[in-house]
């Protein structure tokens, strides 16, 4: 198993996870932590491969991915219940998925075109495209709407990766670096509430006030 | 027309009521009924045409499926006005809808790859993105988070199908048998509000709270 | 340059400007605004090019669409401080990318399919599907749920230039024609309160009521 390939399941393995968390603080049942799961683990992926084209997507071709999700959502059905708390968990594995999966988007992203601009989209696409999909169906709040970076780790992971490939660093080294530096980056935000700075503070009117 | 066609067009034609009835309880007008109508008839199918790569997907190869969610559209137009309870005729219909999509979106899995897991998948992905859109863009809460069992009957549905198929039973009787099964485990859970075991029933924290 | 590129390259400008304003009003980083500049300028034609398999999307083929997206953000970045109204400002862009995006999205449906249908369909769905993504993931009320016409001035302007092309009309003169037909019943609806009549005036019930 190459490191890509690590990287793939395990992407899939903690996101899942984190869908199967949302699942529980809303109260679902086990085929609900298993539904959402799998929305989450493979949603990301999935989009990356129907704007490349590459189709069918990957859990089609290979449905040891959907395995992967459902063993993820029954670990925490199981063990959910004696976390201390479970958004706290969420947010971590979110970060542990994220940054795995930059790496993965940005090297399917760049293989399938060898630019590096779709390489970095295509990275920050697979890495938040997951959690984004999980909070929609959840209805809450979304992770990207938190003030803590999020996209941006995403988008350093996939740069660091996709820059120190073109250098023709060898793949083991460009993907554990480009890892680390999303890691770091986004557990650092969590960590210590690391921000940039916002572009307009003013509150938003409500709509109704301005037409 | 064989029994598979018309659970499509069935499955379509029901589930753009449920989204027209979404819209009039909006207040939209007679284009905000056909595209909600069309967004929930055509939205599940697409999704699963574009994950097996079925593409163009059904509904541009074929814009009879459009002409059906406008009469859908028109006739609850016209009608919902005389209905008691738009909302309880809403999730009726959606249980016809998710029995039909579950057998038709497991029969175009099993057909383009032949894999059971996938089958089970495209079923029910099927037979609920219809209602999760249509519920996200009215602003809704989510039917997938509602405590009656949902996703479950039509997982049971698209397994009842696809398990006799593979046991070489008549597209009809394996067809009807899983249409059958998902509407009596969904209407049950409709009518006499059978639930699963929740995982974890302690009340979710505020976001705030835990970072 | 023709006019259908022209029209692309405004309507993903300004509907990325759009997506940007939203970023603003929720108080985003820069990251923030280049992520909802580019899934609102580029969303629709994405559904768009996925629903009529034309994969590879269009702006993998063509990465420039992305830096178009990113300058448009940059620019509100800069710019949003010194706006009296945000939200005011983004309705009217969200009315001219809508007025270019109908244009252009009937003109693939038209130039793929043949079919005058399609054209319609693929014209709505380019127009609307960034505007509806955007209000999706910042959590706001979508602009579908407003009473003012909506999808019916892309329906409207999608319908002018298609009618117009089968008659054979230059495509300068179609292209033009549906554009300011788009905007003229967009623009009217913002600023007179235009609406159609509604299906069905009865308030919702709860949910919980009548299950």
Chains 1, 2, 3 share one sequence.
Do not use: Q
């Amino acid at each position: 198993m190459s490191i890509l390939e690590f990287l793939d399941y395990a992407g899939v393995a903690v996101f899942a996870a984190t869908g199967a968390l949302a699942a529980s603080r809303k109260h679902l049942d086990v085929i609900g932590y298993i539904f959402f799961a799998s929305v989450t683990g493979i949603g990301g992926g999935t989009l990356r491969d129907l704007v490349l084209g590459a189709t069918p997507v990957f859990w089609i071709e290979n449905p040891l991915y959907l395995l992967v999700c459902t063993g993820s959502a029954m670990v925490v059905y199981l063990s959910a219940r004696r976390m201390e708390s479970r958004y706290r968990f969420l947010v971590w594995l979110d970060a542990v998925g994220l940054s795995a999966y930059c790496v993965m988007g940005a090297a399917k992203g760049l293989a399938a075109t060898g630019s590096a601009t779709v390489a970095l989209v295509t990275g920050v696409l697979t890495a938040t495209c997951g959690g984004i999909l999980r909070d929609l169906l959840a209805g809450e709040p979304s992770v990207l709407m938190r003030p803590e970076i999020y996209v941006t780790a995403a988008l350093i992971g996939a740069g660091v990766f996709t820059g120190l490939t073109l250098f023709e660093v060898p793949m083991i080294f460009a993907s554990a670096l480009g890892v680390i530096s999303a890691f770091c980056v986004r557990g650092g935000a969590l960590k210590y509430g690391w921000t940039l700075p916002v572009g307009d503070p003013r509150p938003p009117r409500h709509p109704d006030d301005v037409l």
